[in-house]
């Protein structure tokens, strides 16, 4: 079965920086797209970014472009989320979720997420 | 950027009763690529529906979704008590960036 695992979650000073990562099971990680989404306590989901299965393309939400860094390991079967400058904005929980196909379209499978605090 | 507008923002209604749940994009979605998730506290969303119309494996006959252009529905024709939850309408046809809407509570009246 498919499974998504987050990790690297916690509390961090604002302006440093976090890696998140995403352990994958249960698929062929090489041939699917795959998200990071966030939700901020008591409020709605936000994606955050997306890459394609071969790491070939890359999107990101206007809210975190030019700070957040996505990448994969197929040879892992992970997926990251580099985090820098981090504001107290970006507390919220982040999935991991894949793709229904190579690039994107709609979200199949979900980690169960992980918790980022930002805060000094 | 498409903006998705969900409404009601709450929707109070009792178990058996028909919910019925829009979601409003600022521009047409292309394909109707649009996609429904509920989400109950704690969890990760699950995916209901997507293009539109199609239910995703596993989900329910009596969830059903609608809709084209820039108008969308979801309806839940009779709702049972694990159906309590924020429902997001979410559209990948733009080419440049996912959106989500700002969800619907479905609660117990």
């Known amino acids: 079965q498919v499974q998504l695992v987050e990790s690297g979650g916690g509390v961090v000073q604002p302006g440093r920086s976090l890696r998140l990562s995403c352990a994958a099971s249960?698929?062929?990680?090489?041939?699917?797209?795959m998200h990071w989404v966030r939700q901020a306590p008591g409020k709605g989901l936000e994606w955050v970014a997306v890459i394609w299965y071969d790491g070939s393309d890359k999107y990101y939400s206007d809210s975190v472009r030019g700070r957040f860094t996505i990448s994969r390991d197929n040879s892992k079967n992970t997926l990251y989320v580099q985090m820098n400058s981090l504001r107290a904005e970006d507390t919220a929980v982040y999935y991991c979720?894949?793709?229904?196909?190579?690039?994107?379209?709609?979200?199949?499978?979900w980690g169960q997420g992980i918790l980022v605090t930002v805060s000094s | 950027e498409i903006v998705l507008t969900q409404s009601p923002g709450t929707l109070s209604l009792s178990p058996g009763e028909r919910a019925t749940l829009s979601c409003r994009a600022s521009q047409s979605v292309i394909h109707n690529y649009l996609a429904w998730y509920q989400q109950k506290p704690g969890q990760a969303p699950r995916l209901l529906i997507y293009?539109?119309?199609s239910r995703a494996t596993g989900i329910p006959d009596r969830f059903s979704g609608r809709g084209s252009g820039t108008d969308f529905t979801l309806t839940i024709s009779r709702l049972e008590p694990e159906d309590f939850a924020v429902y997001y309408c979410?559209?990948?046809?733009?080419?440049?960036?996912?959106?989500f809407g700002g969800g619907t509570k479905v609660e117990i009246k």
């Open positions: 293009d539109a119309s």
């Open positions: 979720a894949r793709d229904h196909t190579s690039s994107w379209s709609r979200l199949d499978y």
């Open positions: 249960g698929f062929t990680f090489s041939r699917y797209g």
């Open positions: 979410q559209q990948y046809g733009s080419s440049r960036a996912l959106t």
